[in-house]
């Protein structure tokens, strides 16, 4: 190979090098940048945090005759700027049966179940609307923010100025939440109404996971 040849060849290698450095740079500056924006997004309802990993274990509210235990777990975290979607393994809160949910969480902060089918139904409004005396549909579900700052006291400790949430279908079943803030759901109710259950059941968190 000729002198000069090689010197030609020396400055476009150079160039070749910087841009293929440049660009593997530029794509771990947008992968991160992404998961930055996921990681704002899904942060934005302080009342509901979720990531994969967090775990929030419940237990039926002593005195009990019998242990009644559930597991709700995040898993299987996807999402963009605008949504992000993520399964739990478990959603006893309407039924207490341990069946999975897919939820998405938007870019306000509500939080919607069943993504994926036409009808979306808001299950936490966004956290400009949890508001004393706001009220919504979920589903055929009649739901609002009855009262705020509620103490709760769970086997995991007590959790001051929580939000109640109250679901109500027809005259039949009440549904209750009190959320903490950066906690999550910190006790919970599934009772009948009509005719009214003689000893309401409420679970409360007895143990938690939160990924930081």
Request: with cysteine; charged share 20%; net charge negative.
């Amino acid at each position: 190979m000729s002198r000069k040849l090689k010197l030609n060849i020396i400055p476009l290698l150079i160039v070749v090098f910087f841009f293929t450095c440049n660009s593997s740079s530029d794509l771990k500056h947008d992968s991160e940048k992404s998961k930055d924006g996921l990681k704002n997004s899904i942060n934005s309802n302080p009342y509901f945090p979720v990531t994969d990993g967090n775990r929030w274990e419940y237990v039926n509210q002593a005195p009990r005759d019998e242990t009644e235990l559930f597991t709700v777990e995040v898993q299987n975290f996807k999402g963009d700027n605008k949504s992000a979607y993520f399964d739990l393994n478990s959603f006893p809160f309407f039924s207490r049966e341990n069946k999975k949910m897919t939820l998405e969480i938007t870019e306000n902060g509500e939080i919607i179940t069943d993504p994926y089918i036409d009808i979306k139904s808001v299950l936490i409004p966004a956290t400009d609307k949890l508001n004393n005396g706001y009220t919504w549909n979920y589903g055929e579900w009649n739901a609002s923010v009855s009262f705020l700052n509620d103490t709760v006291v769970t086997e995991n400790g007590v959790y001051t100025n929580c939000l109640f949430l109250n679901f109500t279908i027809s005259i039949t079943f009440d549904a209750e939440f009190w959320l903490a803030k950066d906690v999550g759901i910190v006790k919970w109710g599934y009772n009948r109404t009509n005719p009214p259950t003689f000893k309401p059941i409420y679970y409360v968190l007895k143990n938690m996971t939160l990924q930081k």
